[in-house]
């Protein structure tokens, strides 16, 4: 289900650069998380808070605010690696190997539909990696069988069936990520309390699931840390002092390669996706509870972080206020 890692969710429709392909624009509907596990006759309820909230930042962190779930779109990697993404979890074709036999399966059921304009040919073609392409390759194309062929996806994954396709792909995965970071939670040690924090504190869990979402399952040294034992990371060597706190997971989170590494706008991209959680995470389960070892770290660590001007790709998602969440938290952080 994993789409490629470091797919920054700020899709694109179209390139604003001479490039000789255009990528067609979305043509479906901009889908909000009550949608996608409650239709109308339905019973007048909510999903649970915690999965209604991670499902809200995934489609924010991932599908550009729900914008971009039901076609095919572009994130435009910095390091020109990804290709076409599709979906809440934006599957890319480009880097993710099972992306393509997702994409035609769902494409599969929708197929013989009367105002479908697409063949098992196209399905094919699109198993078999014919849009498997990197983006900026897509994008110096003057192939118009392909623009074509994209065109004809993005309708028919707007159709009913098709949302309803990927709405059920979305809520399977969800589900399942869940129930495996459940597992992993479950067979920390607890030595540092890291176990009980993350098993009774919806914030704490949600930045976890999005790290997972983002980087992979949470390995050996995330582990480790949660265990209680030193890691050694990029930004230098960090540990837990017990009890463990919302923070420690938002401290690991940014010490790694991407979170603190020489890709200034990774870290950028890190933090805004940290917001979105907590934004979420607010608005399905109230204001976040405040640890005196939260507070220390929010005024010590992460306010000259988001404060700083050196690093122009924070500095500008400040003002555009992507930001907006975290500054607030900070803010009451540094209120006696």
Do not use: W
């Not at 067609?24 to 909510?46: I, Q």
């Not at 059920?168 to 607890?190: C, Q, S, Y």
């Amino acid at each position: 289900m994993k789409r490629a890692i470091f797919a920054f969710a700020f899709s694109v429709f179209a390139s604003t650069t001479a490039y000789a392909f255009t990528l067609p624009p979305c043509g479906g509907a901009t889908v909000r998380a009550e949608e996608v596990f409650f239709h109308p006759g339905a019973p007048d309820d909510k999903p649970p808070p915690l999965k209604l909230a991670f499902t809200n930042a995934l489609l924010e962190n991932e599908a550009r605010g729900g914008q971009v779930a039901y076609c095919m779109s572009d994130a435009q990697m910095t390091n020109g690696k990804n290709g076409l993404s599709f979906g809440f979890f934006q599957y890319d074709l480009a880097q993710n190997r099972a992306a393509a036999g997702i994409l035609a399966d769902i494409l599969r059921s929708v197929v013989d539909l009367p105002d479908v304009d697409l063949t098992h040919e196209d399905i094919r073609t699109i198993r078999a990696g014919g849009l498997s392409q990197t983006a900026p390759v897509l994008r110096a194309s003057t192939s118009k069988s392909k623009k074509r062929l994209i065109e004809r996806v993005n309708r028919a994954l707007a159709t009913e069936l098709g949302v309803a396709e990927l709405n059920a792909d979305f809520v399977l995965h969800i589900e399942k990520a869940i129930e495996n970071n459940d597992g992993r939670v479950g067979r920390l040690t607890d030595t540092v309390g890291a176990r009980a924090l993350l098993q009774s504190n919806g914030a704490a869990r949600l930045l976890l699931l999005d790290y997972e979402n983002f980087f992979g399952s949470f390995g050996e040294q995330f582990k480790g840390f949660l265990n209680g034992e030193p890691q050694r990371l990029v930004a230098g060597t960090i540990v837990i002092d017990a009890p463990a706190a919302t923070t420690d997971i938002i401290n690991f989170y940014l010490s790694g390669k991407q979170g603190s590494g020489s890709a200034r706008d990774q870290r950028a991209e890190c933090l805004r996706r940290i917001n979105n959680v907590l934004r979420y995470s607010e608005e399905a389960q109230g204001p976040i509870v405040l640890t005196a070892r939260d507070k220390t770290y929010l005024t010590e660590v992460l306010k000259p972080i988001l404060d700083s001007t050196d690093n122009p790709h924070i500095a500008r998602k400040r003002a555009g206020h992507q930001y907006d969440t975290l500054l607030k938290i900070v803010e009451r952080a540094s209120t006696p």
